[in-house]
Structures are given as C-alpha cells and as structure tokens.
C-alpha cells in the first residue's frame, strides 16, 4: 500500500513543499467550564513544525479545546493562530477565519462520518472539483487507503477499521494546511491501530505538514509523534523528545 | 358526506401545507441554529397559535384582513377581493395557525442532528448553506415529514379561526369542521357522525404516520 498524498486540485490548495516550513503557531487562552469540577483556564503557547507534536495529558485537561481553536469550531478568549505566517485568528485584530476557510484536517474521537451517504461521498463531501475529477481523486486516495471496496457502502455497514480509515481520507483529501487528530484510534484494537498508524505515516512522509495529536495513550504518542507536549490543567508542564520517525 | 366541504377542506390543507413547509423550513433553521440570545422571542411569537383562543387569533387576523388596514387595502387593489370572507383569508389564516404545528417539530429535528457531523462539515470547507441542505435536511427528514402531517392534520380540524375569517360560505369556505357544526345544528346527527367518524379515522391515520416516523429516526445515529 502507498498511502502518499494526492493532487486534488482543490482551489487554493498550498501544495505539500520539501523546502517551505509549514508551521503552526499557537498562542491562546480559554476558560473551559468542565462539567463537575472547578472552571479552569486553558493558557497554552507553543508551535508545531513539520511533523507530529503529541498533546499527551488526561481526560479534562483542554486537550480537544486546543484542536476545536486551531480547527476554528471555538472562538479563543485572547491570543493568535497562525500557519505559515498567515493569520488564522488573532483576539488584538480581531481576526476569526471562520472554520471553513482554515483547510484544517480535522480527525474526530468519533470520527463524526455522516451516517446518511455512502463512504465515497463522505469522503468528497470537502472537494471543491465536481464531475469525473472528483470521482477520480475520491477513487485515488480510497484505492490508497484499502477502502475502495467500501465506497458505496454507508458508515454503518463498515467495520471500525474502515470506518477510521474513510475518516481519515475524508481528512486528508483536501489537501490540509495542518492535521488535528484528537484520540483517533482509542476504539481500535492494537493490530488495526499499527496498519492504520503505518497508513498514516507514509502519508505524512510526502505531505510535510504540522500535525497534532491529541491522545491519552503514550504507545500511541511514541509510535506517531516525535515531540510531546505535557498538559495538565489547561497548562503546558512539560515538553519531550520522541524517538524520531522516519517521515520529516 | 358534504363532498365540497371534503374538496375545499383538501384543497386548503394540501395548500397551507406546502406554504408551511416552504415558509416552515427557514424560520425553525434560523430558530435551530441562530447563536442570537433574542431568538426566545421569536420562538415565542410562532408558538403563539398553541395557547391563544382561536376566536382571538381570528378577530386580529378579521380586523387585519379589512379595508381599515394597509394589507386589506393593498390586497383588495391588487385582486379586486377582499381577503376577508374569501378562500385565499382561510389560506392565510390556516397557515398562521398551523405555523407551530410546522416549525416546532422542525425545529427539534434539526436541534437532534449530532453537532459533530455539523463541525466535521464546517472543517471541510462546507459553508451554512452546503451544511443545511447535505447534513442537516436530510437527516432530519421525518421531522419535516412530521410537520408536513401535522400542519395538515391541524388545518383539517381547525374550527374558530376559520369560522371567524371564513365565515361559513358553501363551496367558498365552508370546511368539514364547520359542516359537522351545521348538521349538529341541523339536528342532522346520522350525517354529522358520518363526517365526524371519517375525521376521527382520518387523524389516526396521520398520527400514525408520524410516531411511525419517529421509530425510523434512530436508523440515522451517527457512527
């Protein structure tokens, strides 16, 4: 299987680039009202270059608050967001790019798939080319995902793996500025978790973007990321070097 | 059977049905999804209907509907009829009525729909438009459908508003409601319950259609 990246043609696509840095800048306060426990602030500053940063901490930390910022889908407090120098929000300007203008991958815990149409069009629900085109790069990245047999089959009538890895393409087919993974495979068994994994990085080899990924389990950040980002309580207490992958 | 009470009665349901689904659809969208904190009021105004006494709504909609008024005057010029005692009054009226019967369960179908399928559309580049009517309109189709059986279901049985703006006109706009009070009035009990029997069955078909809906709904639960 080759899972690299794909040409879809999306309008305004920032192509993948081997010399330009894609990085993510994050700079962002949020008080979060957890449910039966005390309002604490999320208050985070750090940035993501090419590759994947880990937000490792536990459940009730501002893990997934940190990824609906970045995706635009919650408004910050106070601070900026930026890819590649470019603006995405900024509370002093008062700049919001709403969620879809941010071309933010975005893999959900519950990978959100919409029940009512088959994987294919979950998958091309985001491309912006119409017709045998968009036929085209849907069949592209499901044949490179393993999913092609699948694609005109509903959410619910696929297995989790396929089901996590419709997601995925769903993700990935519109050519991301940056990747948001929050606890993708927590309901995957360990075996599926290293296919989709493998997947995944072979993808991320040739498409050199800033990826974040959120999870509580540590296999999992040290199979994928090579930093870690310790948050405890809406606050970064620590950062760490992973064993480097071979994909940045 | 008073067959053009029947026709009239079909006729001006099937009708309000169709406006309420077409005017429906946008009002509970805007209700469902509206972050505006004054939006209560809104919702308010639509649910009026439910509580206010149809002899009410109808002497407002009677006073609205004269020469007296800007709309009664506007519509008279432009057709040459008052609305008034007319079918096109019951047409306006019904859908008044039958608003909440629409929008309110619209508005708790789109309200059902998972967020996160809205969220995965908006990261997908998908705009408000693009997002109503590939995720939200088609998972909440029973709520529309529901709607669609309750706007008609009510107009069929609605008595005191049609009654005040309609008068009770035969072939104009006499409905079946008004045609059982006449017979009653009648004395005429045997033609009365006929009609009224073939009323009771017809609304327990409807409602039928509608719980039988709802056990459908959870086919669409998100994976």
Not at chain 1, 121 to 137: A, M
Not at chain 2, 75 to 82: K, V
Not at chain 2, 182 to 190: E, G, H, K, S
Request: proline fraction near 5%; aromatic fraction near 8%; charge should be positive.
């Amino acid at each position: 299987m080759n899972a690299a990246p794909i040409n879809t043609t999306q309008p305004n696509a920032t192509k993948p680039s081997a010399t330009k840095p894609n990085g993510l800048q994050v700079n962002l306060r949020r008080t979060i009202a957890a449910k039966r426990r005390r309002p604490f602030t999320l208050d985070v500053e750090f940035s993501v270059a090419c590759g994947v940063t880990v937000v490792f901490g536990p459940s009730g930390s501002g893990k997934t608050t940190i990824l609906q910022c970045l995706a635009g889908l919650l408004r910050p407090d106070q601070g900026n967001i930026s890819i590649s120098g470019e603006l995405l929000f900024d509370s002093a300007r008062k700049i919001n790019v709403p969620a879809q203008q941010r071309r933010a991958g975005y893999l959900f815990q519950e990978l959100a798939l919409f029940p009512h149409i088959a994987a294919a069009e979950n998958v091309g629900f985001g491309i912006r080319v119409n017709g045998t085109e968009k036929k085209r790069i849907v069949h592209d990245i499901l044949e490179r995902f393993r999913i092609a047999h699948v694609a005109g089959h509903r959410p619910d009538e696929l297995s989790g793996g396929e089901r996590q890895r419709v997601a995925l393409a769903r993700a990935l087919v519109i050519q991301p500025r940056f990747l948001l993974l929050d606890e993708p495979f927590s309901a995957l068994d360990d075996a599926l978790k290293q296919e989709i994994i493998a997947d995944l990085k072979r993808w991320l080899e040739q498409a050199r973007i800033p990826v974040l990924l959120v999870t509580h389990d540590r296999d999992e950040a040290v199979a994928l990321g090579d930093r870690m980002l310790l948050l405890r309580e809406g606050r970064i207490v620590d950062e760490q070097d992973l064993a480097k992958n071979s994909y940045h | 059977m008073n067959w053009p009470a029947f026709v009239l009665t079909a006729r001006l349901a099937s009708l309000a049905s169709v406006i309420l689904l077409l005017v429906g659809v946008p009002i509970a969208l805007w209700i469902a999804f509206s972050p505006r904190r004054w939006k209560f009021l809104a919702e308010a105004v639509v649910a009026l209907p439910i509580v206010l006494p149809p002899t009410v709504l109808g002497f407002y909609l009677l006073v609205a509907f004269g020469r007296g008024t800007f709309l009664g005057r506007w519509y008279e010029r432009f057709t040459g009829s008052t609305l008034a005692f007319s079918f096109s009054g019951l047409v306006v009226a019904s859908v008044l009525y039958s608003l909440p019967f629409a929008v309110n369960p619209m508005v708790a179908g789109f309200r059902a729909v998972d967020q996160k399928l809205i969220a995965a559309a908006r990261t997908l580049g998908a705009g408000r438009g693009k997002i109503y009517r590939r995720i939200v309109l088609p998972l909440a189709w029973p709520s529309l459908v529901a709607a669609m059986v309750l706007s008609f279901a009510h107009t069929v049985g609605e008595f005191g508003v049609v009654l005040m703006v309609g008068g009770n006109i035969p072939g104009a706009t006499r409905t079946l409601s008004i045609d059982i009070f006449d017979q009653v009035q009648d004395l005429n009990y045997a033609s009365a319950n006929q009609t009224a029997l073939a009323l009771l069955v017809f609304s327990f078909l409807l409602l039928c259609v509608v719980y039988g809906l709802n056990l459908r709904a959870p086919f669409w639960g998100s994976k």
